[in-house]
Structures are given as C-alpha cells and as structure tokens.
C-alpha cells in the first residue's frame, strides 16, 4: 500500500513537500516515481527515482524546482516543490515499480493565491 501526504493550498512561489509512505513490502528494490493529474488532462509523469543508484529523472515543467528523494530506511519517498506556480495544481500520485506497480491514492496540491 502506497499513502500519500504533504498536499494543500499554497500559494504562488511557495513549497510543500509531499510524502510517499510505503507499507506492506520493502521499497528498496523499487524504482518511485511522482505522477500529477489535472482536471481535464491526463495523468503525466513528474518525477521518477532509481532503486540502485538514487539517479533521478523530472519532467520538463518541474526541472529546477521539484526534487524527489527517497529513504528506505523509513520505507518513504519525497517530492520536494519549490517555486509552485498555478499551473502545478493536480492530485498528485505516487507509483513503485519492480514488476509489478503500486499506487497510491493521491494527495491534492492547489496552488492559488
């Protein structure tokens, strides 16, 4: 089970950092990405974080201001959003993968002034 945590109302400029807690297997050998969904759109990917080497991938709309992480120790992974602008505003969702793919539920950020 994936569960989801962190989102809200902020406004423009501003940061949340969003959690991803996993619960029923270990996440280690788990690649977790960060997945968003506007009304209306479709579901696009955010940001992704290897299970191996901790390498990451974002999206071209967050580069520079969203970082993923990921502390398996605490079976948790993170999105850090700096400078959220309006157009950040979706559910957001985490995924593991590792054969077989997990989500969660998802956590609503609304980024308005």
């Known amino acids: 089970q994936l569960v989801e945590s962190g989102g809200g109302l902020v406004q423009p400029g501003g940061s949340l950092r969003l959690s991803c807690t996993v619960s029923g297997f270990t996440m280690d050998f788990y690649a977790i990405g960060w997945f968003r969904q506007a009304p209306g759109k479709e579901r696009e990917r955010v940001s992704c974080i290897d299970t191996f080497d901790g390498s990451a991938t974002y999206g071209d709309s967050v580069k520079g201001r969203f970082t993923i992480s990921r502390d398996n120790a605490k079976n948790t992974a993170y999105l850090q959003m700096n400078s959220l602008k309006p157009e950040d505003t979706a559910v957001y969702y985490c995924?593991?993968?590792?054969?077989?793919?997990?989500w969660g539920q998802g956590t609503q950020v609304t980024v308005s002034s």
């Open positions: 995924r593991a993968d590792f054969g077989t793919t997990y």
